[in-house]
């Protein structure tokens, strides 16, 4: 995608939702809701609106470009089930997604750029494309240079990893293996997928 560069807090304030997960960024979300000035009326977007702000969030928290987006919706639409649940459970399986999500990196711009610079594998091959689609059974560890160790060492202690069900994560091993493939529990952006799909469908 076309890397976003604009102000992060921004965009976290402007969709309500915790976006982009810097420190200046979750500062702004603990202000005052209202814009500012004296007399304010909170406008209720259209339903046009309300569903480009639910596409805005998915295409900023996975980091998608409308062309890629586009792309994965129209490759879930041919598959059988919600479409707008299959959508996102591709976005999750991205790689850029896991990498953040099982605790190498803080946020989800840093997992691009370290797969981006090549310090990950998958299944011993080196890849450098964030979107790549994880499957069952894929591992994920860091490249064996011990600059990288101690980099990604340092990010875990700082940060503990939550932890996911559907991967295991050895972090003393720098190691993540894909147990199964995600599903509709396991989607970690609270978004209207049904709204997303009806506005992809005009």
Not at 42 to 62: D, F, T, V, W
Not at 110 to 122: L, M, N, P, S, T
Not at 134 to 152: F, Q, S, T
Request: aromatic content about 6%; overall charge positive; hydrophobic content about 35%.
């Amino acid at each position: 995608m076309a890397r976003y560069t604009g102000p992060k807090a921004r965009i976290n304030r402007r969709l309500g939702t915790m976006i982009y997960e810097t420190a200046g960024a979750a500062r702004a979300m603990d202000r005052r809701p209202q814009p500012p000035g004296m007399h304010t009326r909170g406008r209720r977007p259209s339903n046009y609106g309300a569903a480009l702000m639910e596409k805005q969030k998915i295409k900023h928290y996975y980091g998608l470009g409308e062309r890629q987006l586009r792309r994965y919706f129209d490759n879930v639409g041919r598959k059988s089930g919600n479409t707008g649940e299959l959508l996102l459970l591709m976005c999750e399986r991205r790689l850029d997604n896991v990498v953040r999500r099982v605790g190498f990196t803080k946020t989800r711009p840093q997992a691009r750029q370290g797969i981006a610079h090549g310090h990950f594998c998958v299944n011993g091959v080196k890849v450098t494309k964030p979107g790549y689609l994880l499957r069952a059974g894929d591992l994920i560890e860091v490249r064996g240079r011990e600059n990288l160790k101690n980099l990604y060492r340092g990010v875990i202690a700082n940060s503990p990893p939550d932890g996911l069900d559907w991967v295991s994560f050895d972090s003393e091993a720098l190691r993540a293996t894909v147990l199964s493939l995600p599903g509709a529990v396991d989607i970690s952006l609270p978004v209207d997928a049904n709204s997303v799909v009806e506005f992809l469908s005009r």
